[in-house]
């Protein structure tokens, strides 16, 4: 039996615009024996709509994390936006009660309730801090000797650190770079590596979006 076992969250992208992105997590996790279970009933994590009806994202966000406990697994992301999302959804509705009340009167009208008994993992956070990273190195068949790689943490996946969590202090992160490393490649540093990658604004301010 496998150690560990998630509920997996591909978002919205993965499925239908970035199908390498499904296909090499699941070969990966599969090598790792990693089960992942995939959930037909979860939906858009709620983050694009965040700025524009935010009870609608919260209860979007809580869909998907009571689905998740109905089934008694922790979510495994591999979307920064997606984790941190369902990160700050999870830690508002237990910090609030009123909040709580409100969305899982939502939630009944599917059958469905909030509690926050799962938990929501970043594949990288996992990789790096519950998998281990001597475990993982080794499983490296094939290293990256001579490749260079510059890593985008992007925003989700180190702020707000207090929600988040992990080792990493948002301002000189680490975790990714050194999983990076462990395969043999070399994680160059850049100027821009900790800038916004602009998709908090795409649906509005496109060219902005895209200069960013």
């Known amino acids: 039996m496998s150690k560990f076992k998630f509920a997996l969250f591909l978002g919205c992208n993965a499925p239908v615009r970035t199908l390498n992105y499904d296909r090499a997590t699941r070969v990966v996790l599969s090598k790792l024996d990693v089960e992942v279970v995939d959930q037909d009933e979860f939906a858009c994590c709620g983050y694009p709509l965040e700025s524009a009806d935010h009870l609608t994202a919260i209860t979007m966000g ?7 406990e109905r089934e008694g697994l922790d979510i495994l992301a591999i979307c920064s936006a997606c984790s941190g999302s369902l990160m700050r959804t999870r830690s508002m509705l237990i910090e609030d009660e ?3 009340k409100e969305v899982n009167e939502r939630l ?6 909030f509690t926050g008994k799962s938990k929501v993992r970043h594949i990288m956070r996992f990789f790096h801090e519950d998998y281990g ?5 080794k499983h490296i068949v094939r290293p990256l000797d001579g490749v260079k790689v510059a890593v985008h943490y992007g925003c989700h ?14 301002e000189i992160p680490h975790t990714v770079d ?4 462990l395969t043999g490649a070399e994680s160059v540093d850049y100027t821009e590596r900790l800038l916004c990658c602009g998709g908090a604004i795409l649906g ?9």
């Open 62 to 68: 809580a869909r998907n994390l009571a689905v998740a």
């Open 98 to 100: 009123e909040l709580r």
């Open 108 to 113: 009944a009208k599917m059958g469905l309730e």
């Open 133 to 137: 990273m001597e475990e993982l190195k």
């Open 157 to 170: 996946y180190l702020k707000p650190s207090e929600i988040v969590g992990g080792p990493d202090n948002p």
């Open 178 to 181: 050194e999983l990076v490393e």
């Open 204 to 212: 509005y301010r496109e060219r902005d979006s895209q200069l960013l």
